[in-house]
């Protein structure tokens, strides 16, 4: 199994799917390599994400994956390589700089303020919103509650008290707020029900079709490949593979060679 094989051509991808064909990248990722003080994870990692799509990292445990979200967010500087978001330089940039250039992270974990309403939860997110006004944060929310009725229900409900999926709701509707050209989600379905990933992913799609990039890293990989138009398979903080999802999806060995399964 050669990169080569799954390796996309240049120019517009044929995702297969409904959506219409991305465009050019709104992220080039370009020899990236970071970790933790003496650690070093990433190992000249390159990515590139084009305009309009649904892009999965998958990759075993411990391969990089978050590694590479929380540099991209600027959670984590990295040591060498560059990270061009819409033509802006990220690395070396804060994480609220970067949330202004247009990227919203929800980390793993679904983590919200547990000890705020999901509604304080949601304006806190706003806090970064270009040119906000009290009319345009509150018209961000209406929005979210439109694509997130169950939050709108338990708008005034602490965020501690939610379910697993109604504070991945949260998390998502949180970093949304932003008004985010790109939406990073990290670990999606972890520790929630089929059924409730299939409502998140329902929800993602609404999302996505109004016009939000989707970078998604994924532990359940039919849940990413079904999911997605392109994915990278990470392994050992390198590439092995990239291609349109429906490829990796079809390639057996891909799991038993890079997912450990
Ligand atoms: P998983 O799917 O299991 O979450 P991953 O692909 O997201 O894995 P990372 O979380 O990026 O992998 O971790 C990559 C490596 O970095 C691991 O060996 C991990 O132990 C190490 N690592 C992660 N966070 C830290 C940290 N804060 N300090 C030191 N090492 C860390």
Redesign the pocket.
Known sequence: MSLRHFETAPGPVDSGSARAAPAGPVLTVTGLRA???P?Q?LHGLDLEIAAGEVHAII????????????AISGLIQPSAGSIDFCGNELAGRSPAEIVDCGVGHAP?GHRVFRGLTVEENLRLGAFRRPGKTRASVNSALAEIFEFFPKLSERRRQLAGTLSGGEQQMCAIGRALMTAPKLLII??LSLGLAPIIVEELLHILSKIHAAGTTLLL?E?DVSVALGFSDRATV?SS?QVALRGPARDLLADPQIITTYLGG
């Open positions: 970790g933790y003080g650690i994870v990759g075993g445990n411990g391969a990089g994956k978050t590694t590479l979200l929380r793993e990290d670990e890293v532990q990470v903080g």
